[in-house]
């Protein structure tokens, strides 16, 4: 390479990374130095509040039985016989 292009290689680096420098201040920014601010959390305690009775009564329906519908005496209910 002669020394002209090695000198022209260098000037065209330098631009680029000049514009490249003042380009990507304009797109992205400079980051700000403000202070951000944070939710506030409850502190938690040890204490239960008993639900409402108006929901969990002993008259209430017990999702947790069993529900038997017909009967079952039918071991292999898929078998065909």
Avoid: H
Avoid at 25 to 46: C, D, F, R, Y
Wanted: charged share 20%; proline share 5%.
């Amino acid at each position: 390479m002669k020394q002209k292009d090695i000198a022209l290689i260098i000037v065209i680096v330098f631009v680029s990374a000049v514009l490249s420098f003042f380009l990507s201040n304009a797109l992205i920014g400079t980051p700000q130095n403000k202070k951000q601010k944070a939710a506030v959390v409850e502190v938690i305690t040890s204490d239960f509040q008993e639900p409402d009775k108006k929901f969990f009564n002993e008259k209430s329906v017990n999702p947790t039985q069993t529900i038997t519908i017909g009967d079952s005496s039918n071991q292999q209910p898929f078998r065909g016989n």
